[in-house]
C-alpha cells in the first residue's frame, strides 16, 4: 500500500511539473509572483517577509477554496445524476427516439 502512495504521489508532482511549465500556466507565473512579493514593474519597495508569507497564504487560500468549491460542486452533481440515472436514461432514450 505504500508503494501504490508512493507512486501516486510522484505521478501527482511528476503532472503538476509538467502543467505548471505548459504554454497556458507559464505566462501567468510572474503575475502571481510579483503579486505575492509585492513588487511593481516600476521596481517600488518590496513587502517585509512577514508580508510576503501573508500574501503567500491569502493567495493559496483563495486558490484553494476555488478548486474545492468546483471540486465538491463536481461530486455533488455527479451523485445527483447517479441518483436519477435511470430516469435519465428513459428521458434521453425518449429524447432521441422524438428527434
Same mark, same amino acid.
Given at each position: 500500500?505504500?508503494?501504490?502512495?508512493?507512486?501516486?504521489?510522484?505521478?501527482?508532482?511528476?503532472?503538476?511539473?509538467?502543467?505548471?511549465?505548459?504554454?497556458?500556466?507559464?505566462?501567468?507565473?510572474?503575475?502571481?509572483?510579483?503579486?505575492?512579493?509585492?513588487? #511593481?514593474?516600476?521596481?517600488?519597495?518590496?513587502?517585509?517577509? #512577514?508580508?510576503?508569507?501573508?500574501?503567500?497564504?491569502?493567495?493559496?487560500?483563495?486558490?484553494? #477554496?476555488?478548486?474545492?468549491?468546483?471540486?465538491?460542486?463536481? #461530486?455533488?452533481?455527479?451523485?445527483?445524476?447517479?441518483?436519477?440515472?435511470?430516469?435519465?436514461?428513459?428521458?434521453?432514450?425518449?429524447?432521441?427516439?422524438?428527434?
Amino acid at each position: 500500500m505504500t508503494d501504490l502512495s508512493l507512486l501516486g504521489l510522484f505521478a501527482a508532482f511528476l503532472a503538476c511539473s509538467i502543467s505548471f511549465v505548459s504554454p497556458c500556466v507559464l505566462p501567468l507565473v510572474p503575475g502571481y509572483v510579483s503579486y505575492v512579493a509585492g513588487r #511593481t514593474i516600476n521596481g517600488d519597495e518590496g513587502l517585509s517577509r #512577514t508580508q510576503v508569507v501573508w500574501l503567500s497564504f491569502c493567495f493559496v487560500l483563495g486558490f484553494s #477554496t476555488i478548486f474545492m468549491i468546483l471540486g465538491a460542486s463536481a #461530486t455533488a452533481l455527479g451523485q445527483t445524476l447517479l441518483r436519477w440515472r435511470d430516469e435519465l436514461n428513459l428521458i434521453g432514450g425518449g429524447g432521441v427516439m422524438r428527434f
